[in-house]
């Protein structure tokens, strides 16, 4: 079946511009989660949705950050006013169950 | 903040060796994960092992876990050339279902 898409694949934007990431989770995963990933380095946590619960939202790096989880399915990921230190490449992932997570291709942002 | 280190960072192997590589992490876990990266995208689970077993095998991957010292190690047997990739540790921790991940070890096979 489908895994996770992620659109767009590569962005760039310049600085001081909004994005908008989307994922599209495997149908039926009630948990969808976002991570960032800068060159070189592991993945950071930065929102958790699971079913109708309220998100965690605790590895948003700043209020520039916010994400929607609507119908509990497709999630967009809004970044404000971009900063290049907002470059990195941002991947979504969903799971059934508390376990292994089920990660999309990533969109890679580049802020110049 | 990454809640993991891993070690090495890097490692370079010729095919048909073994390689091992190894995870530590800092508060209790309920499951320690490992993932593989291509090319600096989307992750590939591999195994998961629950906090209550010590050693567990998929394939020619070897994961052991130690509670008491807060580490685990990913051994893959005779390697491949395919297997070149990064590889990481992720806990799945008592306070929720989000992963916190080590800095990944890059793994170079040698044909």
């Known amino acids: 079946g489908a895994g996770v898409s992620q659109s767009p694949s590569n962005k760039v934007t310049e600085k001081g511009k909004d994005v908008e990431l989307r994922c599209d989770p495997i149908s039926g995963h009630t948990a969808l989660y976002w991570y960032r990933q800068s060159l070189g380095q592991g993945l950071e946590f930065l929102i958790y949705?699971?079913?109708?619960?309220?998100?965690?939202k605790s590895g948003l790096p700043s209020d520039r950050f916010s994400a929607e989880r609507t119908g509990g399915s497709v999630s967009t990921l809004t970044i404000q006013r971009t900063q290049q230190e907002d470059s990195a490449v941002y991947l979504c992932a969903s799971s059934l169950t508390r376990g292994e997570q089920y990660f999309g291709p990533g969109t890679r942002l580049t802020v110049t | 903040s990454q809640q993991g280190e891993e070690d090495p960072q890097a490692l370079s192997i010729q095919e048909g060796e073994n390689a091992t590589m190894n995870c530590s992490y800092k508060?209790?876990?309920?499951?320690l994960q490992w993932y593989r990266q291509n090319s600096g995208r989307g992750l590939v689970h591999l195994i998961l092992i629950r906090s209550n077993e010590r050693e567990k095998h998929s394939g020619r991957l070897r994961v052991t876990l130690d509670t008491s010292k807060k580490s685990s190690s990913l051994l893959i047997t005779a390697s491949r050339a395919a297997d070149t990739a990064s590889y990481f540790c992720?806990?799945?921790?008592?306070?929720?279902?989000?992963?916190?991940f080590g800095g990944g070890t890059r793994v170079l096979v040698k044909p």
């Open positions: 949705f699971q079913g109708n619960s309220a998100p965690d």
């Open positions: 508060t209790s876990i309920n499951n």
């Open positions: 992720a806990t799945d921790g008592a306070a929720g279902n989000k992963l916190t």
